[in-house]
């Protein structure tokens, strides 16, 4: 409808880099890597690893992986070498489609991740072995591959980790996907005059299902590398940005720097700034009612949602509530139950565990029916998080029945970080816990163990962790104490929260 219309813009801040690509040209880039991922052999139901950092390009192989019929296996940039290792034992990609920032983590484990016969690497850089992006694309065909998809094919695995921390690959059809696109439009009127800010990462099922709104419309988008209260205000001004999706770190940034005077909000043209939305972790309603002192005439939204149901959309504030400490109401197409142990639904202002039901609920675990099982009951999606209903219809999230901790938008399984650190020689037992913070609202907190007659300092914990965890799982404050357990081994921490935060369950803080 639009093929020499803007469709993508990408900005690189720190190196003053801009790129602009029309949607005849995402189209045919698309195509391109369709044809070349073909002519290497993928067929439809294969799997192809996708390792990049947000670009124009990371979208156009995205779309050039499904329109194959493979499944993209989209993986967190933050990843370690033993993370990709696993998503790929756990997947068994046909094809590996990375960047070049990431040839040291993949070389580092390539001998041992034998299920990838072919590595295409982006960038300058390759190593012998690998094919070149750029290379195949010169000789590709850029015409649609003209492969029969039908909307119940599958399409994308996503990783997510369970109440045991292990990552769980999430199975996505092409009717999630769109179900995700004709929500996320209807919630926020998306239009081809939009263009929407794209700043958290592509491989979650989180800002890209908020971008499908705008690709089902003709809107362009401008992703931005870089964050910072600067380069955001400088994207809405140049770009005439109208959306940004901020996560809630992100939102206290630019608070602190309006409030310092660091930065003057009439030194931008903001005028085309119209909607500020927010989600992927507990909201303070404080930070929505400061953030509205500088900005009252713009539209807000808190949106909630789970990589099990296609990312965010099934619950919903809406750009007309101001109940800001409530999560929302169903979203388009969704329906929501809360209920007890039994499946029962509870009374209103009882809390109870959240289910949903709609389009966008994953296909399964792949390869684990008894999780799906458990998860999936009857159509209904079992979030594992609590909440309750109010009276005039409003969801209220009130705990997880998960201990995961939600450090800026990131999910971090206290199995994982513990089984880390018990790994030191030094250390006995571990047990993580949220902490509250004022910036990112929760942070990562371990309380270490030291076996007899050793002794263990703060700094070599730290060091250990940096060595083993992604920065963002790594423990902020580490204690050192005893790690009470049950009679059945369960780690007691109810009583650790206790001790160190005054509570006995997960606490939120409001910034105000």
Same mark, same amino acid.
């Given at each position: ?7 993508? %813009? ?67 940039? =933050? ?17 590996? $489609? ?13 001998? =041992?991740?034998?299920? %990838? ?5 982006? &960038? ?46 999430? $199975? ?16 926020? +009127? ?28 003709? &809107? ?72 509205? =002192? ?92 609590? &909440? ?96 009470? =357990? ?13 001790? +160190? ?12």
């Amino acid at each position: 409808m639009y093929p020499d219309a803007p469709a993508l %813009i990408e900005l690189t801040p720190a190196e003053k880099l801009r790129k602009e690509i029309t949607w005849k040209e995402f189209d045919r880039r698309a195509n391109k890597v369709a044809n070349s991922l073909m002519d290497m052999g993928v067929r439809k139901g294969d799997k192809v690893a996708h390792l990049m950092m947000n670009s124009i390009d990371w979208l156009a192989a995205f779309f050039g992986i499904i329109r194959t019929g493979a499944w993209a296996v989209p993986l967190n940039f =933050r990843f370690t070498g033993r993370d990709i290792k696993y998503c790929v034992d756990a997947s068994e990609p046909k094809v590996m $489609l990375l960047g070049q920032e990431f040839l040291e983590r993949v070389q580092a484990v390539r001998s =041992r991740i034998p299920a %990838i016969e072919k590595y295409i690497c982006a &960038g300058k850089e390759r190593p012998e072995g690998m094919e070149s992006l750029e290379e195949l694309l010169k000789t590709a065909s850029d015409r649609a591959p003209g492969v029969e998809l039908a909307p119940q094919d599958e399409c994308g695995l996503y990783f997510t980790s369970g109440t045991m921390g292990a990552p769980k690959p999430i $199975l996505l059809t092409h009717a999630n996907m769109e179900s995700a696109a004709v929500t996320e439009q209807a919630h926020h +009127y998306q239009t081809r005059d939009d263009n929407y800010i794209l700043i958290p990462p592509l491989y979650h099922t989180g800002s890209k299902m908020h971008w499908f709104g705008s690709l089902l419309s003709g &809107g362009r988008a401008t992703i931005l590398n870089g964050v910072s209260p600067e380069y955001i205000f400088e994207a809405v001004a140049k770009e005439r940005g109208t959306i940004v999706w901020l996560l809630v770190p992100w939102i206290y940034d630019i608070l602190g720097a309006l409030d310092r005077g660091e930065m003057k909000k009439e030194a931008y043209d903001l005028s085309s700034w119209r909607l500020m939305h927010t989600g992927a972790q507990p909201v303070p309603p404080g930070i929505v009612r400061r953030w509205k =002192r500088y900005f009252p005439e713009m539209q807000f939204d808190n949106n909630y949602g789970l990589s099990e149901s296609t990312g965010p959309g099934c619950i919903h504030l809406g750009l007309e509530n101001d109940k800001y400490r409530a999560l929302g109401k169903p979203g388009l197409d969704w329906k929501v139950r809360i209920v007890d142990d039994d499946g029962m639904d509870v009374p209103r202002g009882r809390v109870g565990e959240i289910i949903v039901k709609g389009d966008g609920v994953m296909k399964e675990y792949f390869k684990n029916p008894e999780q799906t099982a458990k998860t999936i009951r009857d159509g209904w999606l079992f979030t594992g998080d609590l &909440g309750r209903w109010d009276e005039d219809g409003f969801i209220y999230i009130t705990d997880r029945k998960k201990d995961v901790v939600i450090v800026g938008g990131e999910n971090v399984y206290p199995w994982e970080v513990e089984e880390a650190i018990r790994q030191h020689p030094k250390v006995k037992d571990a047990a993580v816990i949220s902490l509250p913070d004022d910036r990112l609202v929760e942070v990562v907190g371990a309380v270490v163990e030291v076996k007899s007659g050793e002794t263990l300092k703060r700094m070599e914990v730290n060091e250990f962790c940096e060595k083993n965890l992604p920065r963002y799982k790594r423990p902020r404050r580490v204690m050192f104490g005893t790690v009470p =357990r049950d009679s059945a081994g369960k780690i007691e921490k109810w009583k650790l929260r206790e001790k +160190y935060t005054g509570q006995k369950e997960c606490i939120r803080i409001e910034k105000s």
